[in-house]
């Protein structure tokens, strides 16, 4: 179905060497060299950035296909390669995952305790984030997404807050729960297709599954992966665990694992059982639904400004599942576009809330109030993602969000009808968060509290650019994403 | 006789162990001498594989056709060996077994993997029991040599007990397949037994005769000794027997389970078995506070899931149970190495006294946390491929349900695998703990199993292609042997 087109040059494979060149320096420099731990991550996380950028630059739309690709036999007994490519909905993601590992080692610029170890997790789970993204081999899909779960847990019980360990375990219960389901599946599809391979290019051009094994199949991968894409009602793990880690372990968590669901369930489970992502849409779109209209219920009531972000999470990746479920062009273009525009959202606001955090130490927001006083800067990073969180206009959440209640207005009236209504609820807690953290009456034992520094503003300029630009020329992003969603429609049964 | 110099050899050793136990205790020296032969057996055994061409269909019987040396056996010798020489590494001190006693304990330890390894090779149903007994007889009083604690006693007599229940069911069975099959010879049975399948008699008598290995392999419903004898015998010997003697399990059932020709009505009962044994292991292990009782009922659940592979009866099944039983050779050889070097005297250890082992010993919490992940099959160590493997035969004999139940198993599986990960990493002991104090050599082996665990895992071809030509010599092998030097010889 879709061309390969090989890599003149491994970009793909510099990303990880890279991501491990960074892991290796972590784990060499001793332990008292903080700084020089950081600068180390910082210079990774730099470099995987501009590769990404790169990639996402040097797509060519008009060719199509996967490119960049490289192949490289793995076990030949079992017909697994190491085999990674670029497609439409890749190359915005790699480019996201950059952004938020560069960013995500900056935010943490002023970590203390067990920094190395602290790195050296945060480094192999972003490797995994970016493998996953890139590989093109069932195997090696399965062995990324767990590689960048497992991090997860020591990240969290070490460095966390809030019932961390609660979190901690609730959340890899619930995530490998729903690797025990893609495992079979994707065993399943490769021993029924008789091609004694894992290469997903070829399963999808060569394998004939039939309509049942499809079906089968798409369900195992929609549950398994939906798990980490927080479709409901198997959310509940998330914005226990969005609030229970560490400010940059939220911002890769939200901003890219879970996406890492959503694009499994679009790279294995729509590409591979194409029959079974249209027998199940309908499915998709009431949970999507569903999950859209509760998380923005939910975080209407919440008084932690993490869990207002973990559940608007919920209801932001509600609206990548119905994206998904319209089978159309528009609802796939919308839901990657959303992917890396939530993405980016939430980093920042995790990044800003981390910043307020670390300052006041509660998150509580009874407790705060009045806080754009005397931190303005750090105030309007929030102000930022909280107005991208709404979709407003010329920022880059906007028009994801267009895209997929188009679509869905089309195949499902009444779903669209639900979720464009609960975008009002929406904007109503991001309102009153706003509203009682930043404004109204000061709590004045903040108030001697110093805003943002240049330097430690460098993330969150990052991210709000990044925002604005793609809000600004859509397009950049759109054609992109077309290109692939174009040929994946076309090629329907 | 070339053929059997490995066996020889650890003949030799425990023959010179018995001549040391009659003169003056020495335990140092029993530890080197014991450490260099073990060497010694391990570089002939590999040497002779290596050196033997073992690949394809050549074999050699030996002992009236009753002993067959073939690549599949050598291969087993080798993991045999390998586990031996690795469990003698562990004895530097040897706090666990009284002083007076250790050139007893390295005389027994000789005998049991010399038994494992005719185990291996064994292709009578007489010469099967015979090494199988010698084994056990040798591990039953390795239990019971644990000093310094009442339990030691209590677990030998429950190991003796159920292992003599085992072997006793596991006669009859034998008795009825010789019945049958007219012959004790399995050559002679595997060309009579699979067109039979359907007659019970046939049937039972099969089921009846895995038991024995069930008990071997702590699969339900001989799994009951497991966490007892685990708990009570010294760490070195559990050690051994959750590593050695699992791995000759593994092999006689994949011999044992070819006999049957792949019946659909044998494996029906042993997805039962497989299913019962991993959800019990895996229930009962989540409340465990002793870390040797959590890995022998871990050692319970993976019982069942080498039985997935054994059960598929396909070439890649038989693929998956070798590398399957590599597999648990390393990872659970990783776990007790880290019960040893952070036991105190010789006690039995505790999941909380594991509280801060990351600063304590980082690289010993390296190791636990990799076989830890490892057991629960999580990539990219080397539980995962074997499981994967496991898996895709289960599913290309078309037990697609039987995956998924295993794949929940390993879900709930890692919750106590997270837990002692958690009390290493996590958890900061209450009092200042007593840092621990790793020897060089120590450290060595530590980076090896974890390089063997991570190679396993992101890059196992080698392995696997190993393990795939050795399941196709058994699979040739007794296919070839219908008729043949066998029959002619010792026909009934």
């Not at chain 2, 082996?445 to 292609?465: D, K, R, S």
């Amino acid at each position: 179905m879709m061309p390969l087109h090989a890599a003149q040059f491994p970009f793909l494979s510099l990303i990880l060497v890279c991501c491990a060149g960074g892991l290796l320096l972590v784990l060499v420099l001793p332990a008292r060299q903080t700084s020089a731990i950081k600068w180390a991550s910082a210079a990774s996380g730099a470099l995987t950035l501009l590769v990404s950028l790169y990639l996402f630059v040097a797509y060519d739309q008009t060719r199509g296909g996967f490119q960049f690709v490289e192949q490289l036999e793995w076990i030949p007994g079992l017909g697994i390669s190491y085999l990674n490519g670029v497609d439409g909905f890749s190359a915005p993601l790699l480019l996201l995952t950059g952004i938020v590992y560069f960013t995500g080692v900056l935010t943490m610029w002023e970590l203390q305790t067990r920094v190395k170890e602290f790195f050296a997790l945060f480094i192999l789970l972003v490797t995994g984030v970016f493998g996953m993204f890139m590989a093109l081999d069932l195997f090696f899909i399965f062995i990324w997404y767990d590689v960048s779960l497992l991090p997860m847990y020591l990240l969290i019980i070490v460095w966390g807050s809030t019932r961390r360990e609660y979190a901690a375990m609730k959340l890899m219960l619930y995530l490998l729960f729903g690797s025990a389901l893609i495992l079979p599946g994707l065993i399943y599809l490769v021993v029924q297709s008789g091609l004694g391979t894992f290469s997903l290019p070829i399963l999808t051009s060569a394998a004939e599954f039939s309509p049942f094994q499809q079906k089968l199949a798409f369900l195992l991968f929609y549950v398994g992966f939906g798990i980490l894409a927080g479709v409901w009602p198997f959310h509940t793990w998330s914005p226990v665990g969005h609030v229970a880690a560490p400010t940059a372990v939220s911002m890769l968590h939200a901003g890219v694992l879970m996406k890492i669901g959503a694009f499994g369930i679009l790279r294995v489970g729509i590409f591979l059982c194409p029959v079974g992502w249209q027998y199940w849409a309908p499915l998709m779109g009431f949970l999507a639904t569903v999950g859209i209209l509760y998380g923005a219920l939910a975080g209407l009531r919440q008084t932690d400004l993490k869990y207002v972000i973990g559940y608007s999470s919920v209801s932001h990746m509600g609206i990548v599942g119905l994206g998904l479920a319209t089978v159309s062009v528009d609802g796939l273009n919308g839901a990657v576009f959303q992917m890396f525009a939530h993405g980016v959202m939430t980093a920042l606001f995790f990044s800003a809330v981390g910043f307020i955090y670390d300052r006041t130490h509660t998150r509580a927001i009874a407790d705060l109030g009045g806080l754009a006083h005397h931190m303005p800067v750090a105030s309007a990073y929030f102000v930022i993602a909280a107005l991208t969180g709404i979709g407003i206009p010329c920022l880059a959440s906007f028009w994801a969000e267009l895209l997929v209640f188009i679509a869905a207005f089309r195949v499902y009236p009444v779903y669209g009808a639900v979720a464009v209504s609960a975008l009002v609820v929406s904007a109503l807690f991001m309102l009153r968060v706003v509203q009682h953290t930043l404004f109204g009456p000061v709590n004045e034992k903040f108030a001697h509290l110093a805003d943002v520094p240049f330097g430690l503003g460098i993330p969150r300029m990052l991210l709000a650019a990044v925002i604005v630009i793609f809000g600004l020329m859509p397009f950049l992003m759109y054609e992109t994403i077309q290109t692939t969603a174009v040929a994946l429609i076309n090629g329907l049964p | 006789m070339s053929f059997f110099i490995p066996e020889l050899y650890i003949l030799i050793m425990a023959g010179l162990f018995f001549v040391l136990s009659l003169a003056p205790d020495n335990p140092r020296r029993d530890f080197g001498l014991a450490l260099f032969l073990s060497a010694g057996g391990l570089a002939i055994c590999v040497g002779q594989a290596v050196c033997g061409e073992w690949a394809g269909s050549q074999q050699q019987l030996l002992f009236s056709g009753t002993y067959q040396v073939d690549g599949f056996s050598q291969v087993f010798k080798c993991l045999i060996t390998i586990g031996f020489f690795l469990v003698i590494s562990l004895c530097r001190k040897l706090p666990g077994i009284a002083e007076k006693r250790h050139s007893e304990f390295y005389l027994l330890l000789s005998v049991a993997t010399l038994a494992l390894m005719l185990l291996v090779s064994s292709v009578h149903l007489l010469t099967l029991y015979i090494a199988l007994e010698l084994s056990s007889y040798s591990l039953y009083v390795l239990v019971y040599l644990r000093s310094g604690y009442e339990k030691g006693i209590e677990a030998a007599i429950k190991y003796f007990i159920i292992g003599a229940t085992a072997s006793a069911v596991m006669l009859f069975g034998f008795a009825l397949l010789y019945g049958t099959g007219q012959s004790g010879y399995l050559s002679d049975l595997m060309r009579e037994l699979p067109a039979r399948m359907n007659e019970p008699v046939v049937l039972i008598g099969f089921i009846l005769s895995f038991s024995g290995f069930f008990f071997k392999l702590a699969l339900f419903p001989f799994h009951f000794w497991a966490p007892d004898a685990y708990e009570g015998a010294a760490h070195q010997v559990s050690a051994y027997i959750a590593t050695v003697s699992k791995v000759a399990a593994i092999a006689v059932l994949l011999r044992l389970a070819a006999l049957s020709g792949g019946s659909e009505k044998l494996a029906a009962f042993l997805i039962v078995l497989a299913l019962a044994s991993m959800t019990i292991g895996n229930l009962a292990a989540m409340v465990q506070k002793d870390l040797k009782r959590l890995l022998a009922f871990s050692s319970i659940a993976h019982a069942g899931y080498v039985m997935i592979a054994i059960l598929s009866m396909n070439v890649l099944g038989g693929t998956s149970a070798v590398f399957y039983a590599f597999s648990l050779l390393v990872m659970k050889f990783a776990c007790f190495l880290v019960v040893v070097e952070t036991s105190v005297d010789g006690k039995n250890v505790e999941i909380d006294q594991l509280a801060g082992l990351h600063r304590r010993a980082p690289l010993l919490a390296l190791t636990l946390m990799l076989a830890m992940f490892g057991l629960a099959g999580i990539p990219p160590v080397i539980g995962f491929t074997s499981k994967l493997l496991v898996f895709t035969a289960a599913v290309e004999a078309g037990y697609l349900f039987l995956v998924l139940l295993a794949m929940f198993n390993v879900v709930i599986s890692l919750y106590y695998y997270l837990l002692v990960v958690k009390a290493a990493y996590f958890t900061e002991p209450e009092t200042e703990a007593t840092p621990v104090s790793v020897s060089v050599p120590v450290k060595l082996l530590a980076l090896a199993l974890i390089l063997t665990m991570l190679i396993g895992g992101l890059y196992p071809h080698p392995f696997i292609e190993l393990a795939d030509s050795m399941a196709e010599s058994l699979l040739q092998a007794s296919g070839q042997a219908s008729g043949q030097a066998f029959g002619q010889a010792f026909g009934p």
